[in-house]
């Protein structure tokens, strides 16, 4: 099973049926059989992943022993000026890693790297010895047109958060990690895995995409002083509709293979699917109404909120933070794609990377909108979600 933008920087199949007066599919489309059966999940994933997660302290103890044995192979590497590309799902952030992973000094995770993602010198090692099939690239189980290969680039350092905070993921629980958090057991860990992976893809500048960085940026900044964050935002009409698309087909595909359930929970995606959870950022109050609304079956409005909390919170948190907000990137969808060569050009001087003009007239070429679907919002929809959504719009530019 995959699971990774590219193309229209977004989508490709959609969220429950019609179509608009062009002809143009809508948001609320039934996913393709290909796109649910995307969704299958191999005995051999299954079977490491499922133990992996049922016994984090031993998955911890072989990545210690795989440190070991790379020994001398990190002894020289050291963790300058990591990116951390964070926003809710559907906002650009995996066309963003992708555009990051294709510079030679980047190295990130891959697909090939779960499930031993706890063990990445080791199963290098391994990979390395065993014959290789050749590989066509498959559309991910997003359904969004982006194909995918076991060495493109992917987010899975959510396993090892999880396995260090157990409770991260526990909507009853902050998932706030601040300049005030201590864990020096994870950070000692976290940051030799880090230099494995730079060893690995012999590189010098670590990237890597996680949603749920969004409630740590500071603890990261803590960790790594020169930290660069790249938070893509979009706007919420179009963003709910791509939020929407996303919980029919995962939905769809988890019912359809019930392994792929345990997968997103091991691999820690908890932002579609049969077991959505909403991330706590401190609000209480706003998070049980979310709940309520999606409970209900009130998608619209329970996605407004949400949208509406998570990005007042990162909005706060840098405007009470100067050398956050300093370090921090904010990328509009929008923007990035209709002004590809202006965004991607501040985009790479912020994660201190150089392109030349080649490089960034390929990049800039690859960004568009999306222009095979509508969001099918009635008019009543759309002003709720303007209603609810407005004022922090306009935080990041939004009329």
């Not at 099918?376 to 407005?390: N, V, Y």
Request: charged share 25%; with cysteine.
């Amino acid at each position: 099973m995959s699971d990774t933008e590219n193309k229209p920087a977004d989508e490709a199949s959609t969220p429950s049926s019609s179509a608009n007066e062009s002809g143009e599919r809508t948001a609320r489309s039934r996913p393709s059989d290909a796109a649910i059966a995307s969704f299958e999940v191999p005995t051999w994933i299954d079977r490491i992943g499922g133990w992996q997660h049922r016994h984090p302290r031993g998955a911890i103890r072989l990545g210690n022993f795989d440190t070991r044995m790379a020994g001398e192979a990190i002894e020289g590497v050291t963790i300058d000026a990591p990116i951390y590309v964070a926003g809710l799902a559907r906002s650009g952030t995996t066309i963003l890693l992708e555009l990051l992973a294709e510079h030679p000094e980047v190295g990130t995770h891959q697909y090939r790297d779960f499930p031993p993602v706890f063990t990445p010198w080791l199963w290098d090692r391994w990979l390395a010895r065993v014959p290789q099939a050749d590989e066509t690239a498959k559309e991910r189980a997003h359904g969004d047109g982006i194909a995918v290969t076991s060495q493109s680039p992917e987010a899975f350092e959510e396993v090892l958060w999880m396995a260090f905070f157990p409770d991260t993921h526990d909507p009853r629980r902050s998932s706030v990690l601040d300049a005030r958090t201590e864990q020096p057991e994870f950070e000692r860990f976290y940051a030799e895995h880090i230099r494995k992976v730079l060893a690995i893809r012999e590189a010098r500048r670590y990237v890597a995409k996680g949603n749920y960085n969004l409630m740590r940026l500071q603890y990261l900044q803590k960790m790594f002083a020169d930290a660069r964050f790249v938070l893509p935002v979009r706007d919420p009409v179009w963003h709910i509709a791509s939020l929407m698309k996303q919980q029919t087909l995962f939905e769809a595909g988890e019912s359809e293979h019930p392994r792929a359930l345990e997968h997103m929970r091991r691999v820690g995606h908890f932002e579609f699917g049969l077991d959505r959870r909403a991330i706590n950022t401190g609000d209480r109050q706003t998070l049980e109404r979310v709940e309520a609304l999606w409970a209900e079956g009130r998608e619209v409005e329970g996605w407004a909120h949400y949208w509406a909390m998570v990005y007042a919170d990162i909005a706060d948190r840098l405007d009470a933070d100067p050398a956050l907000k300093q370090a921090a990137l904010i990328v509009r969808y929008e923007d990035m794609c209709t002004r590809s060569h202006e965004v991607l050009t501040g985009f790479y001087a912020h994660c201190g990377l150089e392109v030349d003009t080649e490089t960034l007239d390929a990049a800039a070429s690859r960004l568009r909108l999306p222009g095979y679907y509508k969001p099918a919002f009635s008019d009543e929809e759309l002003a709720t979600i303007r209603e609810i959504t407005g004022p922090v719009a306009s935080r990041f530019g939004y009329a």
